[in-house]
T-cell receptor
Framework: DTEVTQTPKHLVMGMTNKKSLKCEQH?????MYWYKQKAKKPPELMFV???????INESVPSRFSPECPNSSLLNLHLHALQPEDSALYLC?????????????FGAGTRLSVL | GQNIDQPTEMTATEGAIVQINCTYQ??????LFWYQQHAGEAPTFLSY????GLEEKGRFSSFLSRSKGYSYLLLKELQMKDSASYLC????????????FGTGTRLKVLA
């Protein structure tokens, strides 16, 4: 099983709303990632958790707040977003310790900010 | 800065062979990955190179030259379902989880 599950698949929110994106994997992976992808552009790394600790934050605005409650779950809390934050948000996981460390991606949450 | 370039679009015919190039200039290098992404879907892993040379996997092969900062993905016996975006990604250093994706190549396979 190489499945990474993201919910919801689609989300529409206003600029004053608070919402959360969820990501789950049961492959025993110890590294989990959030990426943002705009249309016809490559994914851009936002955050990386390694063994449930935040190891990379790519200078992401504080209106995005990641959380890793346990080794299987990764959340992205959203607050006071801007219309330009509308994008596909992809979660990925990888083993974390083996050399190849392939990333497995979820299907993403398509976010629209009105 | 980090720079990973790919052609924006390519078109090929069903049954043909196509080569998608990726050139990179990055602050570190610890492996190059190729992913396929259909529109609106997640990227899926295709191939991985960390040493120079060719890796073959069925209809897909990937080549790496570290001295030239160059890789290519070769797709043989093209099928309509191969119409997708192809992304190369560089892992910057060992022991970290920082991956930089290239600009992506949209491949259209025609009947």
């Amino acid at each position: 099983d190489t499945e990474v599950t993201q919910t919801p698949k689609h989300l529409v929110m206003g600029m004053t709303n608070k919402k959360s994106l969820k990501c789950e994997q049961h492959m025993g992976h110890r590294a989990m990632y959030w990426y943002k992808q705009k249309a016809k552009k490559p994914p851009e790394l936002m955050f990386v958790y390694s063994y449930e600790k935040l190891s990379i934050n790519e200078s992401v605005p504080s209106r995005f707040s990641p959380e890793c409650p346990n080794s299987s779950l990764l959340n992205l809390h959203l607050h006071a977003l801007q219309p330009e934050d509308s994008a596909l948000y992809l979660c990925a996981s990888s083993h974390g310790t083996i050399a190849k460390n392939i990333q497995y991606f979820g299907a993403g949450t398509r976010l629209s900010v009105l | 800065g980090q720079n990973i370039d790919q052609p924006t679009e390519m078109t090929a015919t069903e049954g043909a062979i196509v080569q998608i190039n990726c050139t990179y200039q990055t602050s570190g290098f610890n492996g190059l990955f190729w992913y396929q992404q259909h529109a609106g879907e997640a990227p899926t892993f295709l191939s991985y190179n960390v040493l120079d040379g060719l890796e073959e996997k069925g209809r897909f092969s990937s080549f790496l030259s570290r001295s030239k900062g160059y890789s290519y993905l070769l797709l043989k016996e093209l099928q309509m379902k191969d119409s997708a975006s192809y992304l190369c990604a560089v892992r910057l250093t060992s022991g970290t989880y920082k991956y930089i994706f290239g600009t992506g190549t949209r491949l259209k396979v025609l009947a």
